[in-house]
């Protein structure tokens, strides 16, 4: 969360001078941390144990043990790499296992860096929506130098930048035009 002028004006350069990067008063940077699987997996592990000892219920049992499995197996599975060669065998694996029933197929790293990208994009639009409800402006920006942005907020190299969001009340120099969409009949179809 970016409050400091001078930060905000060298983010806006390396924004491409966006007039909505140029003019927020406030930008956040959703950033994807793959290198933190371990902890947050952890960190998850933690919690759910403290949610479920606190239910203290025998009918919770079995769905405590399936979360944590998720955490404690499923996780260090798909995100353990060794230089690539894990993703190649698991995705060999997964999609023998794949043609007798369904499975998780997106298991490679590439795979995994768009999951967890995915992942990022729909916190930024929760935290979109949240501004919006308490009666703030907002823009996702996509295009950036992502490499000039992580030097700028002096971030590991490991870390990938999701989006920028500008947050304040809008300001007429960072509005185009009317907000374009693309038709509704042409993006969605009911089956």
Same mark, same amino acid.
């Given at each position: 969360?970016?409050?400091?002028?001078?930060?905000?004006?060298?983010?806006?350069?390396?924004?491409?001078?966006?007039?909505?990067?140029?003019?927020?008063?406030?930008?956040?940077?959703?950033?994807?941390?793959?290198?933190?699987?371990?902890?947050?997996?952890?960190?998850?592990?933690?919690?759910?144990?403290?949610?479920?000892?606190?239910?203290?219920?025998?009918?919770?049992?079995?769905?405590?043990?399936?979360?944590?499995?998720?955490?404690?197996?499923?996780?260090?599975?798909?995100?353990?790499? *060794? &230089?690539? /060669?894990? $993703? #190649? +065998? =698991?995705? !060999? *694996? &997964?999609? /023998?296992? $794949? #043609? +007798? =029933?369904? !499975? *998780?197929?997106?298991?490679?790293?590439?795979?995994?860096? !768009?999951?967890?990208?995915?992942?990022?994009?729909?916190?930024?639009?929760?935290?979109?929506?949240?501004?919006?409800?308490?009666?703030?402006?907002?823009?996702?920006?996509?295009?950036?130098?992502?490499?000039?942005?992580?030097?700028?907020?002096?971030?590991?190299?490991?870390?990938?930048?999701?989006?920028?969001?500008?947050?304040?009340?809008?300001?007429?120099?960072?509005?185009?035009?009317?907000?374009?969409?693309?038709?509704?009949?042409?993006?969605?179809?009911?089956?």
């Amino acid at each position: 969360h970016i409050t400091d002028k001078k930060t905000i004006k060298s983010l806006a350069k390396a924004c491409f001078n966006q007039n909505a990067a140029k003019t927020a008063n406030q930008l956040v940077v959703f950033v994807v941390r793959q290198d933190l699987w371990k902890k947050r997996a952890q960190s998850n592990v933690d919690f759910l144990n403290s949610v479920f000892d606190k239910q203290n219920a025998k009918n919770t049992e079995k769905r405590r043990s399936a979360a944590l499995k998720y955490y404690k197996v499923a996780i260090p599975t798909m995100y353990t790499s *060794f &230089f690539g /060669i894990l $993703g #190649l +065998f =698991r995705y !060999i *694996f &997964f999609n /023998i296992i $794949g #043609l +007798f =029933r369904p !499975i *998780f197929r997106q298991v490679r790293y590439s795979d995994m860096r !768009i999951v967890s990208h995915k992942s990022t994009a729909l916190a930024a639009q929760n935290f979109i929506l949240s501004m919006a409800e308490i009666g703030y402006d907002t823009c996702a920006m996509e295009g950036s130098d992502t490499t000039r942005v992580k030097k700028i907020l002096k971030l590991p190299s490991s870390v990938e930048i999701n989006m920028i969001v500008g947050c304040g009340v809008r300001h007429e120099k960072g509005i185009y035009t009317e907000r374009y969409r693309i038709p509704f009949d042409q993006v969605y179809k009911e089956i």
